[in-house]
């Protein structure tokens, strides 16, 4: 089973600031995401990765496959940024279904 | 940009009645999955659903649950007789196939029992 820790649980910042979340899970994967959830409660895909870096917009995500830890890193940051971001791993073919399992999620409020 | 697409938002029912929670996933995507999320906890897998019949299921999803594709659109997933802890939001999620396509989710519904 894997378990995927997510820290900090909570993040203030001022707008502006540059914000990293980290994700760290304990067996192999064949794919990480990022998801952003809204106050409303809706699921957003921001990324998906197996390997390296992608970046969208402000908006960049690693991963490191050897250490089995990912970070989302958020550049300038904006109040509109404010919401819950998790981690979640695909589980990796070889052990069965691929299912996603979640982090606890980190909430992130920027303030103006 | 494709949907998935969940109805109802929001539903609120007596403990010990049916509930059916339906979802139409975007229409060239092969794997469907039910997860949940109670309030202040993080999601969690229910069921995965490939090729009209259940791939894997969680503890959680036991006799009460169950999922249906009556139609090749819909995905549905009935609870048969609710408790007030499948107080939750139920989201629906499906997947085209192969490792590099990505999931997308619906918006959710917020199931209420009382």
């Known amino acids: 089973k894997n378990e995927v820790e997510q820290s900090p649980q909570n993040l203030t910042a001022q707008e502006g600031e540059f914000i990293t979340i980290n994700c760290s899970y304990s067996v192999g994967i064949s794919a990480l995401h990022w998801l952003q959830q809204h106050p409303g409660g809706g699921i957003v895909s921001l990324f998906m990765?197996?390997?390296g870096k992608k970046k969208h917009g402000r908006l960049i995500a690693t991963i490191n496959i050897q250490e089995k830890h990912s970070s989302l890193h958020i550049t300038a940051s904006h109040p509109r940024d404010s919401a819950v971001y998790i981690c979640?791993?695909?589980?990796?073919?070889?052990?069965?279904?691929?299912?996603?399992?979640f982090g606890t999620g980190t909430r992130l409020t920027i303030i103006p | 940009e494709p949907e998935v697409t969940q109805t109802p938002s929001h539903q609120v029912t007596q403990m010990g009645q049916e509930v059916i929670l339906r979802c139409v996933p975007i229409?060239?995507?092969?794997?469907f999955y039910w997860y949940r999320q109670i309030l202040g906890q993080k999601v969690e897998f229910l069921v995965s659903?490939?090729?009209?019949?259940?791939?894997?299921k969680s503890e959680i999803f036991d006799d009460q649950f169950s999922v249906e594709r009556p139609d090749g659109s819909n995905f549905t997933l009935k609870i048969r007789s609710t408790k007030l802890e499948d107080s939750a939001m139920y989201f629906c999620a499906s997947r085209r196939t192969g490792n590099s396509d990505g999931y997308t989710f619906g918006s959710g519904t917020r199931l209420t029992v009382v």
């Open positions: 659903f490939y090729n009209n019949e259940i791939s894997e």
């Open positions: 990765l197996s390997s």
């Open positions: 229409s060239n995507h092969l794997y």
């Open positions: 979640a791993v695909r589980s990796d073919p070889n052990f069965g279904n691929e299912k996603l399992t």
